[in-house]
Nanobody, 121 residues
């Protein structure tokens, strides 16, 4: 499975961005996750979604501001990011796994290439 992340860019604090992650094939038996990595920091889990039943889970840092969703017809997962803060500046990655509920970057089978998000104050 190949993943292609897009949708990053520059936003002002308080603004919104929506990231997309397209899978090269149907991923019905997988979960999709979103992560970010700021310079000098470890890769941080944000949100995950189980493809077959839309069950989702979130990191505390994302809960309430970020929403994960998916469109199975397009093999695409999304991360809607609202009320952005300068601390949200990072490279954002999508990943796929067969294990529900993982909250670390370890053990995800497939990764996208990352998309840069910059939030200005």
């Amino acid at each position: 499975v190949q993943l292609q992340a897009s949708g990053g860019g520059v936003a002002q604090a308080g603004g919104s961005l929506r990231l997309s992650c397209v899978a090269s094939e149907p991923i019905f038996n997988y979960v999709m996750g979103w992560f970010r990595q700021a310079p000098g920091k470890e890769r941080e889990f944000l949100a995950g979604i189980r493809w077959r039943d839309v069950s989702a889970w979130y990191a505390d840092s994302a809960l309430g501001r970020f929403t994960i969703s998916r469109d199975p017809a397009k093999n695409t997962a999304y991360l809607q990011m609202d009320r952005l803060k300068p601390d949200d500046t990072a490279v954002y990655f999508c990943a796929a796994s067969m294990v529900y509920g993982k909250v670390t970057a370890h053990g995800w089978h497939y990764w996208g290439q990352g998309t840069q998000v910059t939030v200005s104050s």
